[in-house]
């Protein structure tokens, strides 16, 4: 193997890295992107099921990034007020023992 060889592999293999990671940075605005649509289309009044049927995707998939957003109008709904005051009375009544008692020590 010569020097002007292996000097064209690893520009071949530059390459192909710099193409690699160009292709990446592209498919993660292409997902960003698709995500805002998404969420935008939720906001509008669009139902899950179709938004999923124009994505090509499962409507799972479409309910699982609007729960992680926190912009899905199942999110809102349990992220009013009235929601944490129940959550909070429930976490402030402790553990449910059924019958037996638990002890505490503040470490």
Do not use: W
């Not at 969420?39 to 009044?45: E, F, K, L, Q, T």
């Not at 994505?55 to 992220?79: C, F």
């Not at 007020?81 to 909070?88: P, T």
């Not at 009375?89 to 020590?105: H, Q």
Request: glycine share 6%; with cysteine.
């Amino acid at each position: 193997m010569t020097d002007d060889s292996r000097h064209d592999g690893q520009d071949t293999l530059e390459e192909a890295t710099a193409a690699l990671h160009a292709a990446e940075q592209s498919v993660s605005v292409a997902r960003r992107r698709l995500s805002a649509a998404i969420v935008a289309a939720d906001r509008s009044g669009e139902p899950v099921a179709q938004i999923a049927l124009r994505t090509g995707k499962d409507v799972y998939e479409i309910r699982n990034l609007l729960a992680a957003t926190g912009t899905s109008r199942r999110a809102l709904r349990t992220d009013s007020v009235d929601f944490r005051k129940r959550a909070g009375r429930a976490c402030a009544a402790g553990p449910v023992s059924r019958g037996r008692t638990f002890a505490v020590s503040a470490s």
